[in-house]
């Protein structure tokens, strides 16, 4: 089997997992991960069956296969996704360190029926983004409470780290 039909079955699966999320109470997004060695684990947009806005169906793919394999480091694995990963289900598939990914129908077609996610792709290109949520960093004035390095000089001494 060559590996662009090998590619396409993936994605076809993702498509068909989305499509039967649909009747189960999901949104219409399934997503597949293959890791390096050709394992794959699936995973289905839960947002509204669960109350969890992050269980998109790329970020449950991924939480699957580290589950599974015992692992957060997903280096050289493939993310197979009905449609094109909004930008926390692209800062997952880094974070995992996915690959590559590979999707059917773009964020158009996903806007197209209610699924607009232009607000957080802009947010990151946008001067104003403070409109849509601010973020901000803020001193700490008590002298009691305790620095705010703290936690990353505890982590660097730490000979048990499990470093990521």
Partial sequence: MSTTVTAQEFLA??????????LNSGGPFGAVIVTADGQ??????RVTATNDPTAHAEVTAIRRACSE?????????????????????LASALWARVERVVFAADR?????????????????????RDALMPVAKLELEDPQSP????PFN???TLDSRIDY
């Fill in 69 to 89: 394999l015992g692992t957060f480091d997903l280096t050289g694995a493939t993310l197979y996704t009905s449609c094109e990963p909004c930008p926390m289900c």
């Fill in 13 to 22: 699966k993702s498509i068909e997992l989305a499509t039967a999320n649909v």
């Fill in 154 to 156: 505890t982590w660097n």
């Fill in 40 to 45: 794959a684990f699936d995973g289905v947009n």
């Fill in 147 to 150: 620095p705010v390095l703290q």
């Fill in 108 to 128: 158009h077609d996903a806007a197209s029926v209610g699924f607009d996610d232009a607000v957080f792709y802009e947010y990151f290109e946008n001067d104003q």
